[in-house]
């Protein structure tokens, strides 16, 4: 009498456990890069598309204000009456106080907005952990700043090529941009002290009512080595770090942030109304 059949399985040998860990570490090691790379470049397109609404968000405000961009930091500069300016508004928000974070609410682009008129946050800016480390500084700004030494205000260029600031209660008029196809409206920025801290403008090269000075770096090449620039046209590109300079005013040096200046000209013709 013949028994029952008996079927063997065959066990998996140490080779080749070993064989098929190594395939997936060799895949891991070609996957995970791109993956990381898809990643970037998706927050990139995030940021671009947050930029491009606040751009129109200020063409819109030109629009109904009597093409004059609005205000970057209203009642910002000292007085002779105050030795600070007031400081309680920005392009973005307003504050209830100098010591207060900045919201939304009563922001000259706010209405522009939708919704509820919030700036979106760059999805490559740790906005949150930030905020922790500064204590709400410049809050609000999505990781954004806006040219306000040029559009944020009104001002006149002197014949010595000085500028004079006429007013910081409105920005420039539309028709004194010469060149809005080249000249920064809003940028990813970001500013360096202790740490990282969120900030709301993107600083030229040289100081215009001293161009003798350089003033601080503050855009932030955040997205793999590229920062978006929002320009007064309102169409939006990504730009390379091409210089970077800190004066004693950062803790540590800019570039070890990925701050400072993209274009090849050392002066403020990409910020300027010329």
């Known amino acids: 009498m013949v028994g029952p059949k008996v079927t063997r399985r065959r066990g998996v040998s140490m080779i080749e456990i070993l064989i098929v860990s190594g395939m997936i570490a060799v895949l891991a090691s070609v996957l995970l890069p791109s993956l990381a790379s898809a990643r970037v470049s998706a927050k990139a397109m995030v940021c671009k598309s947050n930029l491009a609404q606040v751009a129109r968000a ?3 405000y030109a629009d109904e ?3 004059t961009y609005c205000a970057g930091a209203e009642a910002m500069r000292p007085t002779r009456a105050r030795r600070w300016g007031i400081n309680l508004t920005r392009w973005y928000g307003t504050r209830p106080n100098r010591h207060a974070p900045f919201v939304p609410e009563g922001g000259p682009l706010t209405p522009y907005l939708g919704g ?4 979106r946050q760059c999805p490559a800016f740790p906005a949150e952990e930030i905020a922790r480390e500064s204590h ?3 809050t609000a700004a999505g990781g954004y700043g806006y040219n306000n030494a040029f559009i944020g205000r009104q001002v006149h260029r002197e014949a010595s090529g000085e ?3 006429l007013s910081d209660a409105g920005g420039a008029r539309t028709h004194s941009v010469k060149k809005p196809t080249s000249t920064v409206m809003f940028a990813d920025t970001a500013f ?3 740490a990282l801290l969120e900030y709301s403008f993107v600083e030229p090269r040289y100081h215009p009512e001293n161009p003798r000075f350089r003033a601080d770096p503050s855009i932030h090449f955040r997205h793999g080595g ?12 990504a730009h390379r770090m091409t210089f970077t300079e800190s004066s004693g005013f950062y803790a540590v040096p800019a ?3 990925a701050i400072g200046w993209f274009g090849e000209s050392d002066d403020n013709r990409l910020f300027d109304l010329e």
């Open 255 to 257: 570039k070890h942030y």
């Open 65 to 67: 204000n009597d093409s």
């Open 163 to 165: 500028y004079t600031v």
């Open 116 to 119: 509820d008129g919030r700036i």
């Open 226 to 237: 590229q920062a978006n620039i929002a320009w007064v046209d309102g169409h939006v590109d």
């Open 192 to 194: 360096a002290g202790s």
């Open 58 to 60: 200020n063409l819109y």
């Open 136 to 138: 709400g500084f410049e």
